[in-house]
């Protein structure tokens, strides 16, 4: 189409209308595909290995304390909410909650995260971390592994990993206390065929022992890393209720 304004300010006006034509369509379609998931992996401005996930190990037999430990009460909430609050929100890609346990996957749903169900949890823990990795592994180039009975872990811990894990994409960082290793640790996707491969009730510790020249720890509170596996500890835990999220 021809246009011949008869005055500069029309011809502004025309320029303008024109453009803005032309370039909104094509900037929904961006934001639309930027926002959607099936397209996501297209967006060049992030890629895959800069995403990072959580998983959430929740699928024991807690054989060691009788009953379903992460739905028993400490303070107001489950054991197993306190995990989830601990979870920063927006931090990580996606959050998985890989369980046995029909309470603890609606629980799950109600905090927005991912559930996978462990329908084999007599296979141990290395078949929980595997269900986990092969979840997240499409979407995201470094996985957070915690366990869900540290009630006292806190939210700004996991951050503190993170911003480790930023500043150290390939190596393996790992909470501890006083030099010792414990939960949670972050592993780069190179680590992923290791723990997938994990059978039994083998952990991520012994992917960590054979890597340790990439290992970095992050000192947290001793307290943070009391996780619980009978009564008398859940007891003793009580006891430190102030410490616990209201």
């Known amino acids: 189409m021809?246009?011949?304004?008869?005055?500069?300010?029309?011809?502004?006006?025309?320029?303008?209308?024109l453009r803005k034509e032309l370039t909104y369509p094509l900037f929904m379609y961006n934001l639309k595909h930027m926002n959607d998931p099936a397209k996501r992996k297209q967006n060049p401005y992030k890629a895959d290995r800069d995403r990072t996930g959580c998983v959430i190990l929740a699928a024991g037999n807690a054989s060691r304390f009788g009953e379903n430990k992460l739905t028993v009460k400490l303070g107001s909430r489950a054991v197993i909410e306190h995990a989830f609050d601990a979870v920063p929100a927006g931090l990580f890609e996606a959050v998985c909650v890989v369980t046995q346990y029909d309470e603890i996957e609606a629980l799950s749903r109600q905090y927005g995260f991912k559930c996978i169900r462990n329908d084999r949890p007599g296979s141990g823990l290395g078949y929980t971390i595997r269900l986990g990795t092969e979840a997240l592994s499409p979407?995201?180039?470094a996985i957070l592994y915690m366990v869900s009975d540290q009630p006292l872990l806190k939210k700004e811990s996991l951050e503190r990993l993170y911003k480790l894990h930023l500043k150290y994409p390939d190596k393996i960082i790992s909470a501890a206390?006083?030099?010792?290793?414990?939960?949670?640790?972050?592993?780069?996707?190179?680590?992923?065929p290791e723990l997938t491969a994990l059978t039994g009730d083998t952990g991520g510790k012994s992917v960590i022992r054979s890597h340790t020249d990439s290992l970095i720890l992050c000192e947290l509170e001793e307290q943070e890393l009391t996780d619980i596996d009978t009564p008398e500890e859940l007891e003793s835990l009580k006891a430190l209720r102030p410490s616990l999220p209201s």
């Not at 011949?4 to 011809?11: R, V």
């Not at 414990?182 to 680590?191: L, S």
């Open 2 to 17: 021809l246009i011949s304004p008869s005055k500069p300010a029309e011809a502004l006006r025309l320029f303008l209308m």
């Open 139 to 141: 979407c995201c180039g």
């Open 177 to 192: 206390c006083s030099m010792r290793q414990g939960n949670p640790c972050i592993f780069p996707e190179r680590y992923f």
